[in-house]
């Protein structure tokens, strides 16, 4: 069994292709990389929208490429890591106490103390086909902004950047060539500085400056001093990724690709309140907070401009990730807030801690005590002003 699931684990990191919520990962062919989790947020102005996305990376490959496809020519540049922070903080669940009169199991004398139940907390040249309408290294990225008339055209550009484009994944992109989508090609290479490791020296196009841009001497195939590879690894720097739209999309229609089960988790910033048209193959879209921020502040602030906006968080499930069909279009909805609440459930109290119930039953007691006392004595005494008769 143990080598059966490292089987399993080894076959999902390999895989060619993995898909990771709006766009494809490809690692070199001897190398894994996984994408633990892919956080997104996205701003919509009814004119422009900009996706910010940070991916958490495991594996052992020392480069990736990342595609990308988006409906307009896009401007690509890092994003602010502080981002996903603040909007948490916005989205975070309103914690409640919840008082109860009469005890539960966690309750004296149940427990033996009055305790309260605890809430969880939660480049390359471009082909005939290929067109490069820009290039630049961001950080651990070197990007590529390109178009392509047919997948084909897209497999040879990334084939002379030392990738191979799978055929399922060259199907999955043909309805964006048909629709003339362009892409947004990334090729990932750890930092340096940030990783504190040393590059080992590299041969072909990790070793050697393929591109005319100098970079690639400087990423995981450049000359170190002590041998070691960095990789890429963990939460890498977020990409902001803006394009004209004139309507919210989400490309997910790669995602189909994974092997796993997918989770989408999104943050969504417009001028209402945002949720998806349709389920497109996945468990229904959950909204986990909806709500206006009057007065954004730090990274949303930047985002938006620091104009109020709309503040709409939505996760969702993809247990077979084949069923997938398309890509997220998201539409006005009304502005109706929901945030989620999570309860304390305590005993009620009074003064230093004495239960309610507790006094209310001690008082209830003393109460028949002292009119049961009342009638006896009264008995005692006989009937008050009763005359007896002279014999």
Known sequence: ???ALFALQLGSLVASAHACGCGAMIPDRSQRIGVD???SAVRWDGRTEQIVMRFTVRGNAERAAWIMPVPTRADVELGDPELFDE???LTRPAYRDRHHFWPRGDDWPF???AGDGAAAAPPGDAGADVGVVGRERLGPFDVARLTATDPGALSGWLEKNGFELS????GELEPYVEQKWEYVAVRLAPDQKATG???AEGTGTDGTDTDGTGNDGTGAGGRGTEGARAVLRGDLDPLRISFASDRLVYPMRLSRLAPTPQSLGLYVLADHRMEPRGDIGGAKPEVTFAGEITEPAGPVAALTG???VYLTALDQEFPEPSRID???ELRTVADTPYQEVIYTDRLLTIGGGIPVWLLTVSGVLAVVAGTVGALVAVRRRGPRGAVRSAP
């Open 1 to 3: 069994m143990l080598v």
């Open 167 to 170: 055929d399922r994944l060259a």
């Open 87 to 89: 909007l948490d903080r």
């Open 326 to 328: 398309g890509d997220h």
């Open 197 to 199: 490791a040393e590059g």
């Open 306 to 308: 620091g104009r109020p």
């Open 37 to 39: 989790r892919e956080t």
């Open 111 to 113: 427990a033996g103390g």
